[in-house]
């Protein structure tokens, strides 16, 4: 269980620091090849409430996909952490409009002040960062857990309905496996700059 930890601890360094590399400009392009991937996929035309984030660490940034939702009338949420519940999300509305403040890792989020929730069932499509992935959808997180306790839900979830899980990541953050735990959410694959690599678990 230790080597398990260390391993997925070293493996966070090392690809945070990956992907804090790229470059701005390299980072741009990125961000338009994951809108070429993400505009090719069913879920995605399909959805009209979808949760994204604002991208840090290096993080591939979703904002060229949220300019596209609005231009085509989708409504984008924010992930927020939940005030009372330990590591658990809620999701608002992000308009061009919304305040935006820190919360405790810094990274900013819509203020809940007046602000209206949507339950995480009721999403249509949820685009979330990770670190890591292998190609047969294995997602290696933050290590806080917040969408595995957000989305338990979606335990034991195959190809039926309801909302889709998709993780967003560079082409450099894929490794050749992942030991998935029985928490884990189960994702329906991950959208990078180049390509979508679909789940098989």
Not at 1 to 17: E, G, H, N, P, V
Not at 84 to 98: A, E, G, M, Q
Not at 162 to 167: A, F
Request: aromatic fraction near 10%; include cysteine; charged fraction near 25%.
């Amino acid at each position: 269980m230790t080597q398990a930890i260390d391993f997925k601890k070293s493996l966070r360094r090392q690809m945070r620091k990956a992907r804090r590399s790229i470059k701005p400009a390299q980072q741009r392009q990125h961000a338009k090849g994951l809108l070429s991937t993400l505009r090719r996929l069913t879920q995605f035309r399909r959805s009209q409430n979808i949760a994204l984030y604002l991208p840090s660490d290096g993080e591939i940034s979703p904002e060229e996909v949220i300019d596209y939702c609005r231009k085509l009338g989708k409504q984008c949420y924010l992930p927020v952490l939940h005030p009372v519940r330990h590591n658990r999300l809620w999701f608002i509305p992000y308009n061009k409009d919304t305040v935006l403040i820190n919360n405790i890792y810094g990274i900013k989020e819509p203020s809940l002040i007046k602000a209206p929730r949507r339950p995480a069932w009721a999403l249509d499509l949820v685009l979330l960062p990770l670190v890591a992935f292998d190609e047969e959808g294995g997602r290696l997180g933050m290590g806080g857990g917040y969408y595995d306790r957000t989305f338990a839900f979606k335990q034991g979830w195959r190809k039926s309905g309801g909302t889709s899980l998709i993780g967003l990541a560079h082409d450099l953050q894929k490794v050749d496996r992942l030991k998935t735990e029985s928490w884990d959410i189960p994702l329906e694959g991950i959208a990078t700059e180049t390509r979508f690599y679909r789940a098989i678990r």
